[in-house]
């Protein structure tokens, strides 16, 4: 009798344990979920690919005690790189822009499903650079069926991410991130066709007049150089004329290429309009905007762009250039949008000067200073 008592105790000892335990659990349970809801509202409310890539990558690891967290994301078209470039992010190391979708296939086969278990260095490469977690969490992201990119969680503890495991939360975190993804991209993109020429994927000019404003306000305050160029394509009606409108196109959109590979970040190139186009370049004094303007006229003098039945058409190009110190030298109480003003038309007369002198030239900074 007395040893059945003591049994009784004993098991019921043990399921006040078992009980404590799972209200412990419980506990903990519901305060991951509020942190998780919370990092969850903030991930909704990402305003930018950066801020959500930076909300993943830095504030997860403390806010759940996680040893490593990186983020796989496919790039076909190097739209991402492209952002995070002009958006000034220097590159995070926990991220990897993929320009192809074999990797991530290959990690998850042909039905993604989140995976949890052991760290297996055949398996998972370098997926967590350095760093060589015990245990991993691998989450697919995934937009109608498609595999967009891949999320990681590594731990040092060998127990934290067990095969066994539920995966709710982390299929649910999955989702949303997959969807703030989409729907931050789609917000860039929609900042973006506001000040992108939709032909040549050059700025447009109402993005060069904002930014030209802000280059010249940079350049007073920090007493450094600003040229300006305007480039317009020699004889574009011709071409128009008689390749046709769509090869007028084409021609433009090599000529905005064309520029662009010739500038340094920080340097803008937006299409004017029609044919034209302009070019600001900071910390460029006269000489050294000079060799840069022949440089662009000389790569555009020796592109074929491909015309009909076999035929090549070649495309010369004409450019002036004007210095922030010709136009703002003598009245530094100028408004930025008059000066910003002055400076595109001192270039502009300075085309004008190119175009009379024969064309296929470099003409500037000031009057008659034909220099090719
Ligand atoms: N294909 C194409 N043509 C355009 C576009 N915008 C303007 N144009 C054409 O560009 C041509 C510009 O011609 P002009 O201003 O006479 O200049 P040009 O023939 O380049 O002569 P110069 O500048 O004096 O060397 C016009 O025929 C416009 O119709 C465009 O988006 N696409």
Same mark, same amino acid.
């Given at each position: 009798? /007395?040893?059945?008592? +003591?049994?009784?105790?004993?098991?019921?000892?043990?399921?006040?344990?078992?009980?404590?335990?799972?209200?412990?659990?419980?506990?903990?349970?519901?305060?991951?979920?509020? !942190?998780?809801?919370?990092?969850?509202? /903030?991930?909704? *409310?990402?305003?930018?690919?950066?801020?959500?890539? @930076?909300?993943?990558?830095?504030?997860? @690891?403390?806010?759940?005690?996680?040893?490593?967290?990186?983020?796989?994301?496919?790039? !076909?078209?190097?739209?991402?790189? !492209?952002?995070? @470039?002009?958006?000034?992010?220097?590159?995070? +190391?926990?991220?990897?822009?993929?320009?192809?979708?074999?990797?991530? +296939?290959?990690?998850?086969?042909?039905?993604?499903?989140?995976?949890? *278990?052991?760290?297996?260095?055949?398996?998972? %490469?370098?997926?967590? *650079?350095?760093? /060589?977690?015990?245990?991993?969490?691998?989450?697919?992201?995934?937009?109608?069926?498609?595999?967009?990119?891949?999320? &990681?969680?590594?731990?040092?503890?060998?127990?934290?991410?067990?095969?066994?495991?539920?995966?709710?939360?982390?299929?649910?975190?999955?989702?949303?991130?997959?969807?703030?993804?989409?729907?931050?991209?789609?917000?860039? /993109?929609?900042?973006?066709?506001?000040?992108?020429?939709?032909?040549?994927?050059?700025?447009?000019?109402?993005?060069?007049? &904002?930014?030209?404003?802000?280059?010249?306000?940079? =350049?007073?305050? &920090?007493?450094?150089?600003?040229?300006?160029?305007?480039?317009? $394509?020699?004889?574009? @009606?011709?071409?128009?004329?008689? &390749? #046709?409108?769509?090869? #007028?196109?084409?021609?433009?959109?090599?000529? #905005?290429?064309?520029?662009?590979?010739?500038? !340094?970040?920080?340097?803008?190139?937006?299409?004017?309009?029609?044919?034209?186009?302009?070019?600001?370049?900071?910390?460029?004094? =006269?000489?050294?905007?000079?060799?840069?303007?022949?440089?662009?006229?000389?790569?555009?003098? $020796?592109?074929?762009?491909?015309?009909?039945?076999?035929?090549?058409?070649?495309?010369?190009?004409?450019? *002036?250039?004007?210095?922030?110190?010709?136009?703002?030298?003598?009245?530094?109480?100028?408004?930025?949008?008059?000066?910003?003003?002055?400076?595109?038309? =001192?270039?502009?007369?300075?085309?004008?000067?190119?175009?009379?002198?024969?064309?296929?030239?470099? $003409?500037?900074?000031?009057? %008659? =200073?034909?220099?090719?």
């Amino acid at each position: 009798m /007395r040893t059945e008592l +003591e049994g009784l105790a004993a098991e019921n000892l043990a399921l006040r344990g078992q009980l404590d335990a799972l209200l412990r659990e419980a506990r903990a349970n519901e305060d991951k979920l509020r !942190r998780f809801e919370g990092l969850e509202h /903030r991930l909704i *409310g990402a305003g930018s690919v950066v801020e959500l890539v @930076k909300l993943l990558l830095c504030d997860y @690891k403390p806010a759940f005690g996680i040893d490593s967290v990186t983020l796989s994301l496919l790039d !076909r078209e190097l739209e991402l790189s !492209r952002l995070l @470039k002009t958006q000034g992010e220097p590159e995070l +190391e926990a991220l990897r822009l993929l320009p192809l979708g074999d990797e991530l +296939e290959a990690l998850y086969g042909m039905t993604p499903r989140p995976w949890l *278990g052991p760290f297996d260095a055949r398996r998972h %490469g370098d997926l967590f *650079g350095a760093v /060589r977690p015990r245990s991993v969490a691998l989450l697919p992201l995934l937009r109608r069926g498609e595999l967009i990119g891949s999320l &990681h969680f590594g731990s040092l503890d060998a127990q934290r991410y067990d095969a066994q495991a539920g995966t709710q939360f982390l299929e649910r975190l999955a989702a949303i991130v997959a969807v703030c993804l989409e729907s931050v991209l789609n917000q860039e /993109r929609l900042k973006l066709a506001g000040l992108t020429d939709m032909l040549t994927g050059v700025h447009n000019r109402r993005y060069f007049e &904002h930014r030209c404003q802000i280059e010249i306000a940079q =350049a007073r305050r &920090h007493h450094h150089a600003l040229a300006c160029l305007f480039l317009d $394509v020699d004889f574009f @009606k011709r071409i128009n004329d008689s &390749h #046709g409108h769509a090869r #007028g196109d084409l021609v433009l959109r090599t000529v #905005g290429l064309l520029i662009q590979a010739q500038l !340094r970040a920080g340097d803008t190139v937006a299409r004017w309009g029609g044919e034209e186009f302009v070019v600001l370049l900071p910390r460029a004094a =006269a000489a050294a905007a000079r060799d840069i303007a022949e440089r662009i006229r000389q790569r555009i003098a $020796v592109q074929q762009v491909p015309a009909a039945a076999g035929q090549v058409l070649n495309i010369t190009a004409s450019i *002036g250039l004007a210095m922030l110190e010709e136009v703002d030298g003598s009245a530094a109480d100028a408004t930025l949008p008059a000066v910003a003003e002055r400076l595109v038309a =001192a270039a502009d007369a300075a085309l004008y000067r190119a175009k009379q002198g024969g064309r296929n030239l470099v $003409v500037g900074p000031g009057i %008659g =200073a034909l220099i090719s």
